[in-house]
């Protein structure tokens, strides 16, 4: 039995012929908090959507919890807990009716189900909301029941696409505190995200997906190391463009900089994943 939770071996999906997912395989192993970064189109959600059995991928090996997602899609299903975009919550029932539901889709028996509704709620703070209706709630809020819905029937591996987009500062804190302690009682999880800071806060590692390929994976610091320590920024002098260079650590930067007699515009700072992810996948523009 591996230890893998999450394992893709050379998996494509096809639109109209197109690779959309292309010859992807990596490991998220158990217990692990694995991102998958990468620009719009990357194909990062139908990753998901495969990996959740909600479409079938055209050539590969996916497995979840040691299940294949196309023969085996039922256990797979009772294995994960499933966090969304697009699958939200039902605005016209209350908080604790949003979660009944779910625990009768997942055919949880009636003497656990209270108990479990109540210790879930308890956990994302959303226990003197239970009677409000879910359209009451504000977006942080929505998220979290979203998350305690997604953890009821005790699932072994989380997928969280994009858990703190559209929030706050603050709310999206809170929402890494509760998503960084789930990983602190061994669940494993794994998020898309486009928050360079989230993945570098939460994640033990990332993969790196451009065009429907993984281009990198790795720890933030393996990347950092990988890609140099830090970087030189020079705004350009005709069209205030920013180079970005990278160097194995400051000094080096440093001593790079100081090579230069004119050093107006430039920069030496430590290098992040937002410097490595724009690297990696090239500036575009939405
Ligand atoms: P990401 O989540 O990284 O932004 P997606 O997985 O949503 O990327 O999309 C990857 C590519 O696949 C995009 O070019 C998108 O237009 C295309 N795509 C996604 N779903 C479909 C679909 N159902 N039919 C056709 N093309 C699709």
Request: glycine residues 8%.
């Amino acid at each position: 039995m591996s230890d893998s939770a999450v394992l893709l071996e050379n998996v494509y999906k096809y639109y109209n012929k197109t690779p959309v997912v292309n010859a992807l395989s990596f490991q998220v192993q158990k217990g692990e908090m694995f991102g998958l970064l990468g620009p719009n189109g990357a194909g990062k959600s139908t990753t998901i959507r495969m990996l959740t059995t909600l479409t079938i991928p055209s050539e590969g090996k996916i497995e979840v919890s040691g299940f294949d997602v196309g023969r085996q899609s039922q256990q797979v299903k009772r294995s994960i807990g499933v966090v969304l975009q697009q699958t939200s919550v039902d605005g016209d029932l209350t908080v604790w009716e949003n979660m009944e539901y779910h625990a009768r889709l997942h055919q949880m028996p009636a003497a656990i189900q209270r108990q479990a509704i109540g210790q879930y709620l308890e956990y994302v703070e959303l226990t003197d909301r239970a009677d409000a209706m879910v359209k009451t709630l504000s977006g942080g809020m929505k998220r979290r029941l979203q998350i305690a819905r997604a953890l009821l029937h005790q699932p072994e591996v989380l997928f969280l696409d994009e858990p703190t987009v559209g929030l706050d500062p603050q709310t999206r804190r809170r929402l890494w505190e509760i998503i960084q302690q789930l990983k602190d009682r061994g669940m494993t999880i794994l998020l898309t995200t486009h928050y360079m800071e989230e993945a570098e806060f939460l994640c033990d590692r990332i993969g790196i997906m451009d065009a429907g390929k993984l281009i990198e994976q790795g720890t933030p610091d393996q990347l950092r190391r990988k890609h140099g320590e830090a970087v030189v920024i020079t705004q350009q002098e005709q069209d205030g463009k920013l180079d970005f260079q990278f160097f194995p650590d400051l000094d080096q930067a440093n001593a790079h900089v100081d090579q230069h007699r004119d050093r107006t515009g430039m920069m030496v700072r430590a290098s992040n994943l937002e410097d490595i992810f724009v690297e990696l996948t090239g500036r575009k523009l939405d």
